[in-house]
């Protein structure tokens, strides 16, 4: 029997310059999901007043479903959000009960499939709408695998199977086929997005395929034709495997505990870092007014500001200037006695010239 499947929903592909060096594009394409390390990943669950309207078919009528989940989902999703902490990342996951505090907000809405953005994508959504949904029981046999599975999303991951590496030639319109029985009721476009699509090379979580991987959907029998071992399914173990693990700590190191070196008003400081590094910095302003934070030089950054409250920091406003002519910038009023937190994370660089920083 066919397991129930996460159904990522399409996202448009962003629009990069045409002409950019292979090497800058790869590094733009394999890091624009990704949060900068040190971040605080605040995450709540929808509870009964939240929800949306939905049409009734055939009445011209609307009823009101709610995204609340029972506690015992919720500890199953908050128990995964743990063990992917306990691997020692260079992110912290906080439970918050505001969703306008959260980055990642949280329902279960049952019949509305279950999916989550993929990584720094959950920042484009609205603040009373969710990141992530549970739309079945996370505490039936298998089903905590779920949890993992959509949290690893939240991280940037995306799904395995779908990886150029895998070599799989699949028999596509047995998967069709399959899919579009029960218990997913896919249509085809569902399907081929999150299964028959190949990803570029520069999106994927690793170089080899994984197949033991908590990205790697349950596939039953007849819908790979190649590789010939796997004539009669994958069926990965639903755990956080080798290469999971060495995803995320490669790309989210852990980090020792904060103190940035200071980022004084106007005053350059070099930026000495290579594809995928990061710097970061604080701010103690000497004074209440409107600061700009920017960066220079001919390369590809993230720049997020943080604001230090309750002794962690929270995401104030970033900007992403990969592909562009122009550097990034932020502006933001800044209040004395209160600290702040710039990391920088580089894509790519370019031109003979170093890169930097600065606030004025």
């Known amino acids: ?100 505090e959260a980055e990642l907000r949280i329902g279960f809405q049952l019949g509305d499939g279950t999916w989550s953005a993929v990584g720094r994508d959950a920042l484009r959504v609205g603040v009373h709408e969710r990141t992530m949904n549970f739309g079945w029981d996370l505490t039936a046999p298998g089903e905590r695998a779920t949890a993992l599975h959509q949290i690893g999303h939240a991280l940037g991951m995306l799904h395995e199977h779908q990886s150029p590496y895998a070599g799989i030639h699949w028999d596509d319109e047995a998967v069709y086929a399959e899919l579009a029985g029960p218990p997913n009721h896919w249509s085809r476009d569902r399907t081929y997005h999150n ?85 970061d910095f604080r701010i103690d302003p000497p004074e209440t007014r409107d600061y700009t934070v920017g960066t220079f030089g001919e390369a590809d950054r993230v720049v997020v500001l943080f604001e230090e409250r309750d002794g962690e920091p929270r995401f104030l406003a970033g900007h992403d200037d990969g592909g562009t002519a122009h550097n990034a910038a932020i502006a933001a009023r800044l209040v004395k006695g209160r600290r702040y937190y710039v990391r920088v994370r580089l894509y790519s660089a370019w031109g003979p010239g170093e890169t930097a920083v600065m606030c004025w």
Request: hydrophobic share 35%; with cysteine.
């Open 1 to 100: 029997m066919t397991a129930r499947h996460c159904s990522l929903p399409p996202q448009p592909a962003p629009a990069y310059p045409p002409g950019l060096a292979a090497e800058r594009l790869g590094a733009l394409i394999g890091g624009r999901r990704l949060w900068v390390n040190g971040t605080v990943l605040h995450y709540c669950f929808s509870g009964d007043t939240a929800g949306s309207e939905i049409a009734v078919p055939g009445t011209g009528r609307t009823r009101w479903v709610s995204w609340g989940g029972a506690e015992e989902q919720q500890d199953v999703v908050r128990e995964c959000f743990e063990e992917w902490r306990g691997l020692g990342l260079g992110l912290t996951f906080t439970e918050v009960r505001d969703r306008t």
């Open 195 to 279: 299964i028959l699509r190949r990803l570029g090379p520069d999106e994927v979580n690793g170089s080899v395929w994984d197949p033991q991987s908590i990205m790697q959907y349950a596939l039953p029998p007849g819908l790979i034709l190649e590789p010939e071992q796997y004539h009669g399914g994958v069926y990965p173990p639903g755990t956080l495997s080798p290469a999971d693990k060495e995803f995320v700590l490669r790309r989210y190191p852990p980090a020792d505990p904060p103190r940035p070196p200071p980022l004084v008003p106007f005053r350059s400081v070099p930026l000495g870092l290579g594809p995928g590094e990061q710097a």
